[in-house]
């Protein structure tokens, strides 16, 4: 199983960005995925989350502005970020748990690699 992360790149204040997250290989199932990021020096947090039944949930400091949805059918999750405001300068990853064909009773959380978000004044 791979998650591919795509859509980061720089932004002016103010500005928007999409970053996507696709899954990708042997999936039966996906529940919960997520997006988190990491600043320089600082710890990585998670940003928002969505359910498999489509209960999203985001951090304080990007709720009215960011949104969260997924795209059942391609394994996909996107975020949506508007507003955007230095302090979102980071990596974005995303998670997700998953259940793969050779193991049907196990959810094992995936990660994908970072995509670079930065946001100038």
């Known amino acids: 199983v791979q998650l591919q992360a795509s859509g980061g790149g720089s932004v002016q204040a103010g500005g928007s960005l999409r970053v996507s997250c696709a899954a990708s290989?042997?999936?039966?199932?996906?529940?919960?995925m997520r997006w988190y990021r990491q600043a320089p020096g600082k710890q990585r947090e998670m940003v928002a989350g969505?359910?498999?039944?489509?209960?999203?949930t985001y951090v304080d400091s990007v709720k009215g502005r960011f949104t969260i949805s997924r795209d059942y059918a391609k394994n996909t999750v996107y975020l949506q970020m508007n507003s955007l405001k230095p302090e979102d300068t980071a990596s974005y990853y995303c998670?997700?748990?998953?259940?793969?064909?050779?193991?049907?009773?196990?959810?094992?959380?995936?990660w994908g690699q970072g995509t670079l978000v930065t946001v100038s004044s």
């Open positions: 969505i359910t498999s039944g489509g209960t999203t």
């Open positions: 998670n997700a748990d998953i259940k793969t064909h050779d193991n049907l009773r196990l959810w094992k959380v995936y």
């Open positions: 290989g042997s999936i039966f199932s996906i529940n919960a």
